[in-house]
């Protein structure tokens, strides 16, 4: 298994521009979800899926979309870029359970700078 | 989902135990505990969780106290490598994961 891959590892775009950050798994998780890392602060959720067709919103969702139209991929695009969207972002799922989440796996993340 | 709390850092000597603390005063009984570190610039990486019961596995044991409003991660024998940050996260069946600042922990020599 290669778990959670996340591309490009490195971006810059300049303000205004939009891309799309990847992200697959190939462990079959239902729940995948989108974080962001700014220096020297914790994980803010973006958005998160816990199933195919079925996203929602987390703590910081404003400027970006995401869909799930497979299992494998949850993109998450940034419509506008603008530089307080510097930061590093991060990938993540785990399967669902009836007795409750279980262990998130995190991909090595993408660092993007907006100048 | 509860919120935790955390001291910011912690120092261990390497080959002791480190204990990290955690209060989350505000846990709801279906709310699981979960701990996560993160190593400089790597994605964070699971540790432990528990719900009731104390819990250990090949890296580490999860003491909850019985009112379940805090929580102790335990590294048995810390070394070098176990120097990150700590992450104790609350949460219930909507699987959201609220990282807070977690404890940076130093392992010294």
């Known amino acids: 298994n290669a778990g959670v891959t996340q591309t490009p590892k490195f971006q810059v775009l300049k303000t205004g521009q939009s891309m799309t950050l990847q992200c697959a798994q190939d462990?079959?998780?239902?729940?995948m979800s989108w974080y962001r890392q700014d220096p020297g602060m914790g994980l803010r959720l973006i958005h998160y899926?816990?199933?195919?067709?079925?996203?929602d919103q987390g703590e910081v969702p404003n400027g970006y979309n995401v869909s799930r139209s497979t299992t494998e991929d949850f993109p998450l695009r940034l419509l506008s870029a603008a530089p307080s969207q510097t930061s590093v972002y991060f990938c993540?799922?785990?399967?669902?359970?009836?007795?409750?989440?279980?262990?998130?796996?995190f991909g090595p993340g993408t660092r993007l700078t907006v100048l | 989902d509860a919120k935790t709390t955390q001291p910011p850092s912690m120092d261990c000597a390497e080959g002791r135990a480190a204990n990290l603390p955690c209060n989350h005063s505000?846990?709801?009984?279906?709310?699981?505990v979960y701990w996560y570190r993160q190593i400089h610039s790597q994605g964070p990486q699971y540790i432990i969780h528990?719900?009731?019961n104390n819990e250990t596995n090949e890296m580490a044991s999860l003491i909850i106290t019985e009112d379940r409003k805090s929580s102790t991660l335990i590294l048995p024998h810390a070394t070098l490598r176990d120097t990150a940050v700590y992450y104790c996260?609350?949460?219930?069946?909507?699987?959201?994961?609220?990282f807070g600042q977690g404890t940076t922990l130093q392992v010294k020599p």
């Open positions: 899926s816990v199933g195919a067709g079925i996203t």
């Open positions: 528990g719900l009731k």
């Open positions: 505000t846990i709801s009984g279906n709310e699981y």
């Open positions: 996260i609350v949460i219930s069946n909507t699987g959201k994961l609220i």
């Open positions: 993540a799922s785990s399967y669902l359970s009836g007795s409750g989440y279980n262990e998130q796996f």
């Open positions: 462990m079959n998780h239902e729940y």
